[in-house]
């Protein structure tokens, strides 16, 4: 019988079939894996060709049709329609007539209200609009040139002719085509895709113009392409967006015909695999059951197992391997057993002195000898050994701290890994057996516990007389005192992780980590006792200028000596953590009142205040403290280690070198500056920041020059002023990113101005004091002019008072460059600052300009006059021009035509424009237009 079922069905039996059909079957896995993958990536990249290329040409298609039925629209509108172009009308339009602007409001009252007011402003311009309803109509509107009760022309483009035969149309593929605001245009097939679906799909892919993705319809997994119709540029309206999908099910049809051949070969190989196996398992089964029989009884601890195989070849050799490997496992297991139970303990006890008894018994039983002992050093004590003993002869155990005398600890140090003691070696082991010296006489072998390559304790087996050690009990026993050098490491490394995990390296302090966990547990023990307590959060004040100039080395020689004096201001239940860099964390346990946080606060303010001696030299800190107290001021950690910082903060604000407590208005100052950062980021990352422009009218010379002014866009808060974000954006630093953005677009707009020959003397823009401080500031500017193709003479740099003041030699510099190539320099809000003069003769300004509270309160208040007019005044007499800002009443006008006021700039003459808006306000602009008194 060539093979018997059992055998099939043994453990072997199973391996060794399951190892003959991977051999067999892996080869043909591996290629069939590779060709499915191969062919269904290539189905794939070229059904996305395909969808892209179908796409493209549709939306080709539609744009072209909508070029030529505009174009025909445009001659319907003008009149100039022959007799050639009536077939024409006929077959591009559904109907077309004219309409009055109440038609225009009902076709577009679903869009939103800018875009209506766009295409409003496109008609009274006499453009053309492009509408799109909510049912998927698609119209031409323009104004007549002869305008009446009708004075528009309102035709619908036939979608026959819009979107050609369906028939045309790749009949596999599914085609939507959806207007400017979502509306369904179009789609091949019906309740194919919602205008709401489609409107979701748009919102997850960012609005993009143009991406693929993968979508379900009817359960069903359609690869899609979608592409925009950009529109803005001819008919001033949003993209429309062309969809083109396939099922995913024919993309992968051709897949089927390799699943049926491999099938095919599969059951072939597991055949052939079933019978070449089968034949192997019999002849190798019946030796090895035997061997599997006899392992059995080791495992139940049966090691005079003798077991008999007589096959001639690799598997007889391995049964008399196994026979002997049996009677070496018995003699062993003893011994073993001890070991693992030592091992046991070394891993579950952490007490150092719980392992060494735990090993002393284990040596009793294990070794004959009369006196065993452990000792081992204290890591805390140095020289200092606790010694575990036990003396057959007297039956007794022993433990002792011993002190090690200097020559004891010195010869400690030298022994070397399994030692004899020596006659000479007695004068130094007394400390093992004090009460029995006699056993130094006799034989004594020591093996030293060493860690980190030091001996930090023995392991010693004495005799009264003189024995040689087997090799054997040599190798257990140095097993041994390497197991308690492990032992050792182990508590030694969890204390070294523990207080590196803890405090912090350079203080020795406790970290942010301890601190919270602290902090909780008094806040939870106040809660329970219905008591409080007091978190001082503690900034060094001018630490960084002491870091910068006396270098690393130095900072960390002065935050280790605040700590010194932080303790002291303390008791030993408080706390004082550092928080990280010069923050410190003060937890005072327990208070009777918030007056004695105000007495600590004082005295660390005082302590911190002291000049820091090193060397020669004095250094002056300060410290700025915020308190909270709990649990009145935070019910958890984070929130009180926040308003601690809150209230720290705001004595930063303050001038620093005093203490103040946490107010919940504080809170609501420090969200409200969370929330204007988060906007001032989402709109550099999205692309919602935009400029207006407002007019500087010129008196003298009729001349408009504009200011750029920086919008947000929030989605919530709609359009922020400057008023709203600027300071944020300064104290964050994210006016760089806004400072640049503004500049690049203004110059870009003024440039688009310069080609349409509107008539701007030149583009003012802001310029911070932190952008002013970049070193490439002149560079950044100079490469924006070039870049756009800008003349310098075009702009005007805005710098207020507070910025000079600042950094009064860095601004003259810069601006003195730029004011060389061509660029004007203005100084806004000139007189609200601190007015200083000194400047004024070192740099280069061009323009003055008269803050908007001195122009406001001209006519009630006669001091304001009189500055305006000292202003005035003074940039006459430097000979440099004077704005004023804040413009609002004709009568304020008039006053400053009369002090000689070179420019104004308010609402009176207009408010702050679009790129748009501005050209219109220039080329209608006429003084005469103005509102009268």
Known sequence: MLFRLDDIRSKLGRKFIVLLFLVALLPILLFASFSYNYLANYLYTQSQKRLINEARFFTTTLYERLLLSSSLFDSMASGEVNENDAEQIKRQFSFSEQVSWQRVRSLTEHMPVSERNLVISRLEQRKLALLTTADGGVFFLRMNYDSGEFPLRL???????????????????????????????????????????????????????????????????ELAQVRSIFLTPRFGMPAWKVWVSEPKRHVYEAIGDLQSVFSVVVVVTLLLGAMVGAWQIKRFLTPLSRLIQGTRKIASSQFDVHIAVDSHDELEDLADAFNHMASQLGKQFELLTGLSHIDQLILNVPDLEQVAQSTLGALQRLIDADAVAVALGDPDKPGEMAVFSFSQPANQHDLARRELNEAEAQWLAQVTPIHRAALGDAQYLGWLWPQQRELLAGSAHLFPIIVNKQNVGLLAVAWQKSVRLPESDRLLLKDFADRLAVAITAVLREKKLYHQAHFDALTGLPNRQLLKDRLEQALRHALRKNGMGAVLFVDLDNFKQINDSGGHS????????????????????????????????????????????????????TMLSSPYRTGERRHFLGA????????????????????????MYRVKEEGRGHYRFFEEEMNQASQRRITAERRIRDALEHGNIVVHYQPQWYLSRDRFSVEALVRIKDPEAGLLAPLDFISVAEDTGLILDIGEWVLRQSCQQMASWRMADLPLERLAINVSGRQLARTDFVRMVESVVEDFKLDFTDLELEITETTLIQDAESAVQKLGVLNEMGVRIAIDDFGTGYSSLSYLHRLPFDVLKIDRSFVSNMHEHKRSLEITSTIVNLAKSLNKTVLAEGVETRAQLELLRQLKCDAIQGFYISRPLTAAKVEDFITQFRPVNLPAL
């Open 155 to 221: 035709a619908q483009v036939a979608p026959a002719y819009l979107l050609g035969d369906p028939e045309l149309l790749d009949q596999r593929l599914h085609y939507c085509v959806f207007g400017s605001f979502n509306e369904t245009i179009f789609c091949t097939t019906r309740h194919f895709l919602s205008t709401h679906e489609f409107s979701r799909l748009l919102r997850e892919h960012d609005n993009s113009a143009s991406f693929a993705l993968e979508w379900d319809w009817n359960d069903q997994p």
């Open 554 to 605: 130095l900072g960390d020689e002065i935050l280790k000596r605040t700590a010194e004096r932080l303790r002291v201001c303390v008791s030993d239940e408080d706390t004082v953590a550092r928080q990280g860099g010069d923050e410190f964390i003060v937890i005072l346990n327990q208070i009777d009142s918030p007056l004695r946080a105000t007495r600590v606060a004082e005295k660390i303010i």
């Open 624 to 647: 700025s403290v915020g308190i909270a107290i709990f649990p009145n001021d935070g019910a958890d950690v984070d929130t009180l280690l926040r308003n601690a910082d809150t209230a």
